[in-house]
Structure formats: C-alpha cells, structure tokens
C-alpha cells in the first residue's frame, strides 16, 4: 500500500486538531500540535504547498520596507525567525547578498538606506547571517559587473536568506508525520458536519479515486490561504470578504541571460514599486509584480503585461542584457492571501483577535478558526500562535488532552537539517552523499541533494548505491537522478507527476525546457511504485503539460 493511500485510509479517525490546507501554514500548524501532544489530520485538496507556498519570492527576510513605515515590531519578528530558521533549516535556508544601488536620481539617498542598514541589522540584535557594507562605485562595479553604474553614489550589500518555499513546508509535513500526524493530499473539504451551530468536522472528497469520508474533530483549523472565503462561505453565509488577495508574479531567466552575483534591489522605473533580480544557481529569476486579483486561485497565472513589467524593470538595471520574451523559461505567479482590515464586529459576524497588522487569527461563531495573512518567514511563529489559540479553546470546553508539552518548534532541526554541520558547511554533506552513493553519481547531483534534501540526501544516495539503475539522470546536463522518484513517492507522499516535478524538485522552474524531457521517465517510474496502468500514465503526462501550458499562457 502507498503512503498516501495508508494516509487516507488513517482519515476518519476522531482528531483533537483538523487542519484544511497543506500550505506553509497547515503543514507548521500540524508540526507544532502534533510535537506538542496533540492529534492531529490535515487535509489538503491538491498537493503540499500547491498555493501560495510554492509561488513565493523564496526569501526568508525581515522585510526592509517595513522600517520606512515604522513597523518595528514587523521587522523584529521577522529577523528573530529568519535566525530561527537558518538554525532548524540551515540546509533550505541560506544567506543571500542583496546589493541595493542608490543612484543620483533615486528618491532616497545612500546615507538614509545606510541608516536603515543599521536599524535593521540592530533589530535582529546584529545577528544578521552577515553584516552589511558600503559599496562605492568602483566597487559595485566589481561585485555586479553587469550592473548599470551611470549617475550611481554607491550601493549598501546587506544579507538575508533565500530559501526553498516548497520544500521548507514539505519539511514541515514530514515531520508531523513523525509525530504521528495523519496528512492526506489531494483530499477536499467540500462542507462542514456541525452540531448546534458549530462546526464538529468536515466532509471531505479524494481527488483521484472519488471516495468520500466524514473527518471529526475537536477543533478545526481553516488554513487555506487565498481560499479562506471559499471555505468559510461552507460553513456560514460571508457577508463581506476578509481576504483582499495580490496577485504577484516572477520569470526565470538562464543566469547567462541577466548574470547577477546577488539579489539586486530593484526600484521599478514607471511605478516606482521594489522588486528583485535573484541568482538561482544556473538560473535568474525577476519578481515580482502586485496587481489585484479576481477569480479562481487555481487559474492564476502570469499575463503578457506581468511579463513585460518585469522585462523592463530590469531592463533599466542591466541595460546591456535586455531580456527577450524567449528568454523567458518559466512564470509563476501567486496570490498574496492577505486580510482586508476586519471591521469592529460590528457586524456581529465575526469575533477577531488581532495578532499583528500580518497576520490574523480569527475565530468564527461556529467555533472555525481561521489563520491568514503574514509571511512564509513567519510561519513558525504563526502556527506556535494557532496552536496556543486551539489549546486554548480545547481548554475551555474540557478537551485538552493531559499530556500535552510546550511548542518546541523554535529549538528541533527539521528531517533534513539533523545531523547537519554546525558550521554550515554544505560542501561536506555534499561529499558524505557522494562517498554514500558509491561511485554511482558525480559531484553535481551529490551536491543536488545535499542541497534539496539536507542530510536526507545521504539516504537516496544509498538507494542509488543499492540499484545502479536509479542513479540515471531525469535530463542529460541536469543533476537530478531517478532515485528521487523513488524518495518523492515512499517517503515524502508524492502522488501526482506534478507533485514532483512542481515542488519535491524544481525542474518545472529551471530546466530548458521545464522538465518536459523528463516527464515520461518519472511518470513511468511512479506508476511502477504506484500500480498505475497506461491510461493513468498517459493521463499524469498530460497533466504536467497543463501545468506547463499555464505557465506559457502568457506567450498567447
Ligand atoms: P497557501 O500556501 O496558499 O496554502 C493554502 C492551501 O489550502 C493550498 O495548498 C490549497 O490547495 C489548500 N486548500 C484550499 N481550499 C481547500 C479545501 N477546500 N480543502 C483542502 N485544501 C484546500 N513570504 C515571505 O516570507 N517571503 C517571500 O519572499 C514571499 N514572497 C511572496 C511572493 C508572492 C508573489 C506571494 C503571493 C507571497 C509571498 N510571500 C512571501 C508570502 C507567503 O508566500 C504566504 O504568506 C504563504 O505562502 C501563505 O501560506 P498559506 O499556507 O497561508 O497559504
């Protein structure tokens, strides 16, 4: 039996804790109960972070923005978790230079950024991952040599952190799983079971084969992002929408095509908006954009106007590599599921606890309790604060198992940060995975691994060396090896071609030709490990095209 039919079959057991979405959010939220004591289901109507989750700018960061605004608290938040994670995920969390030019003409002067350096290295208590420098001229054109330098003063080179969106929540499903936690993908709730107004269960449909289950639980978490106002409307009539949703997009470019050594700060010349040009190993990406978006979150994707805004913003920064529209290998886009401001109550619909101007944890009439807003950086924090919130009514109404223990989120290494050097060194795990794999795969894909998976990567080196067959390449030049099938499937609840090569791997993103040359070999392979017979394959290929298709849709 697979695991994710076993995780199925598990559902329908009474829960403490329910959680809708498999986002950031959901999978932190079923982390953090699950460790405390809790037990615990997920539900999640596609795959993990199938929304917002995987469609993020990747960057685990305070947000240098906020300082302009005064929002102090926001920034603080933000860097005690960026240090939180580059400890507990120091695998898929890494320091990122961010080179931010300051020209003749830009609003703000090089001495007010340095200030703001400053302020913002001293809020995270000057534990950055490294500390900032004043770049001159001459010496920015060393660090970025295809940066535009005309009329510049200088550029300060601070640091955050990029990360991996999807497989940092993949992380945190895992784990769950290892505290005993019950997570079913491609399971929908589709309605509430309520009990004198109040919501006891859901009722929840699988994807694939069409069966139908009743999940029960003490308390239910709503945490589906860009949906929120879908899933409230099943349980009670909205009155007025509590999400006010952005939609913001990036392209991929080949690094040759826009070579940058760090993440360039750049200051959009029509609008004047901060965006981002952001080295990704063989590949550059440029977001984002932020328009309004109306309409199914499922169908949101990159439009020829995106594209071009991008084309040209950073067009203006690195005049002499004008990107084409060829030059584009991949777009994705998002939705920013972010809370419109609630109201007093007056309405008398909704009971609002307001955590922070990010993020909010709203608890409906009928005993719903939704959380949205804030940042994946935030997460952790987030779902420690949901938990509490469900801890909390558990108590109230008598429920509250006995042994339950403190969030310690902050402190436990995700899977596959355990055994991970202290001093963050890469390169070595890198060489553990090789001397594993036994002659079976070169440098690049062991590095490949260390990289996606952490100290995990040793473990399907293993498999490699176990069947030399499973260390061929998905795609000549590429470092990805079929093993990773195999570890996606039996052990991280790959279910779908898609799941694959979308978020346990990247390849849709930066491969040429996003993976397509790939596609019959893995859905070969999962449908051996699978059962799956020549309709379900042809079907599964097919699929991945449409997800391919969505996002070219933009070329027309
Ligand atoms: P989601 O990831 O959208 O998860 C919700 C899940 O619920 C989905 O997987 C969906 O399939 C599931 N679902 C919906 N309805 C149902 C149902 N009926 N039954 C079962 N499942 C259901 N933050 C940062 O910190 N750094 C960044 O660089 C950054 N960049 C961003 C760039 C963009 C363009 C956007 C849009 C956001 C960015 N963010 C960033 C914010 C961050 O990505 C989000 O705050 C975060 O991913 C939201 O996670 P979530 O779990 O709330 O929602």
Redesign the pocket.
Known sequence: MSKSTEMWDRLGADVDLLI????????GIARDASSRGLTVAL???????????????????GGLRYLEQYEFSLVFE?VSERRILLDIAPHIVNPLGFLFPVYTTSKHKLWFIEAGMWLYEGLSLFRSPRRHKKLKPKQVAEEEPTLNIDNITGAPLYYDCSTN?ARL?LENAMDAVGHGATLSTW????GFVKDAGRVRGVK?VNQITGETKEVRARAIVN?????TD??IS?SKELKRSLLRP?????IVVARHKLPVNNAVVCVHPTDKRVLFAIPWDDCTYV??TDTDFEGD?AEVHATREDVDYLIDAAGAYFVEHQLEHDDVIATW?????LMAPVSDGTDGDIDESKVSREHQIVIGEDGLIT?????????RLMSAEVVDTVVKMLRLHGQVPTKLRPSETEHNPLPGAVGWPADDDHEHVALQVLDAAKGTIELPTARCLANTYGTRGIDIAGLCASDSKLACKLIEGRPEVLAQVDWAVTMELAHRVSDFMIRRTQLYYRDADQGLGATEAVAGRMGELLGWDTGRIAEEIENYRADVALSRRWRG
Not at 43 to 61: C, I, P, Q, W
Not at 223 to 227: L, R
């Open positions: 809708i979405g498999g986002g950031i959010n959901g999978c539900v999640e109507m596609n795959d993990f972070a199938y929304g917002t989750s995987s469609r993020s700018s990747k960057l685990v960061h933000a969106d929540t399971t929908k709730v589709v929840v945490a589906t992002g860009p949906w879908r899933t099943m952005t939609k913001g997009v990036h977001g984002t979150p886009a998002g939705l920013r599921p959380i949205a807003g804030g940042k994946l950086t935030t997460y």
